[in-house]
């Protein structure tokens, strides 16, 4: 039987699963229902994709349809309670990244999709690319060796979405929270999902005052109720040490005055190095160090997404685990809130 799925929160992420489960096809999934707090953004999602209704009221929603499967996607600081309501509806929920505002939000989301014996799974959508697959099938032959230490960069010269992603209230904090976030779990899960257990971190919130505000990626851009906000941070840098004695460093920005940007997990092992992406191999091949690049097809690729929503629809349908899980996504919370505390006091957190 195909299973009900409903969304909340009709934004560009939103569009964007939906778009996915359509593809999917009807046999799998059913477009139960559209809810967003703007009443034409879920009547939008009805006529764009055939949504058989649309809601304001997530929790008169979850009641009336008992969907099966819900896609959380609104802003991160609703991410908590209507993951938690959805759940204790009896819906599968897939959240989007970050899972929450805080961990503490989201252990008490884990909690209760245990509680309530149902699954969680959470967007780290950069898992399910092909460079991913292909970086996690060399790393499980054992061609990188033990796994030492990692590096993940996530720097934007002027890149804040804007609208609410600029003020705290809604979206628990700045680049760290937002884009820090996909390649310091990429990294993570690529060093084999360890624990987190020291980290150390710099944050930075003076730079956005002397940026040129000009285009759609201006930290003062406005959205439609007009919010101006921008109490964020701009830049964030840390080192995360793991159970196993394995390090990573991180950075990510906004504003940074840099020379150009950069997205980029690199993995170092005791027998050879990986950079996604492009993903590239280092290793030594005749006496030589070598990089290999890795042919065109196994880069990160637009539809990862899709490959992510079809995962959770076989953990659903066969209780494999989840390749992005909520523990997942409560140790990313772990680190970003340690990061942030570790900013503010200048000391270094232990987990
Ligand atoms: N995986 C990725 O690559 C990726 C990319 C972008 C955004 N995201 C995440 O996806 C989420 C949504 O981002 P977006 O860019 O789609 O934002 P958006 O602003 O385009 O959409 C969010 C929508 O949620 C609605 N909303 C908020 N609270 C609600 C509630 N209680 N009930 C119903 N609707 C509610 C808002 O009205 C808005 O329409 C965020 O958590 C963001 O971090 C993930």
């Known amino acids: 039987m195909a299973f009900k799925l409903a969304v909340i929160g009709c934004g560009g992420m939103g569009r964007a699963h939906s778009r996915s489960f359509k593809n999917i096809g009807e046999e ?43 896609v959380v996607t ?8 209507c993951t938690i309501a ?4 009896g819906a599968n929920v897939f959240c989007e990244k970050p899972m929450a505002m805080n961990a503490k939000e989201a252990v008490a989301m884990k909690e209760t999709a245990e509680r309530c014996g149902k699954y969680l799974q959470i967007g780290f959508v950069r898992r399910f690319g092909k460079d991913a697959a292909e970086a996690k099938k060399l790393i499980d032959e054992g061609r990188l060796g033990d796994i030492v230490y990692a590096r993940a960069f996530y720097l934007r010269r002027r890149g804040c979405p804007g609208s609410w992603f600029g003020d705290k209230e809604f979206s628990g904090g700045g680049p760290l ?71 990573l460093h991180m950075e990510t920005s906004y ?34 160090l070598v990089n290999v690049v890795v042919k065109e097809e196994n880069r990160y690729n637009g539809d990862a997404l899709e490959t992510e929503d079809r995962h959770f629809i076989d953990v659903i349908r066969t209780g ?24 503010r006091t200048g000391n270094s957190v232990k987990l």
Not at 256 to 282: D, F, Q, R, W
């Open 28 to 70: 799998t999934v059913t477009l139960a229902a559209a809810c967003d707090l703007i009443p034409e953004k879920a009547q939008k999602f009805v006529e764009e994709f055939g949504y058989a209704a649309a809601y304001t009221d997530y929790k008169k929603m979850l009641a009336e349809v008992k969907p099966d499967l819900v």
């Open 177 to 247: 929270i937002d884009i820090g976030i996909h390649v310091m779990d990429l990294a993570r899960y690529l060093m084999g999902n360890p624990k987190p257990v020291n980290v150390f971190g710099t944050v930075n919130d003076q730079i956005h005052q002397f940026c040129a505000c000009a285009g759609s990626t201006s930290p003062w851009k406005t959205d439609d109720a007009g919010v101006t906000v921008f109490n964020v941070e701009d830049f964030c840098a840390g080192e995360i040490r793991f159970e196993n004695g394995a390090a």
């Open 255 to 288: 504003n940074m005055n840099l020379k150009s940007e950069c997205n980029a997990v690199e993995i170092y092992g005791t027998k050879g190095g990986l950079i996604l992406n492009p993903l590239t191999y280092i290793t030594e091949m005749g006496g030589n």
């Open 74 to 81: 609104t802003w991160n600081s609703a991410h908590a309670p």
């Open 86 to 89: 959805a759940l204790e509806a």
């Open 320 to 343: 494999i685990p989840s390749m992005a899980s909520a523990d997942d996504g409560v140790q990313a919370m772990k680190m970003i809130d340690a990061l942030y505390e570790s900013g």
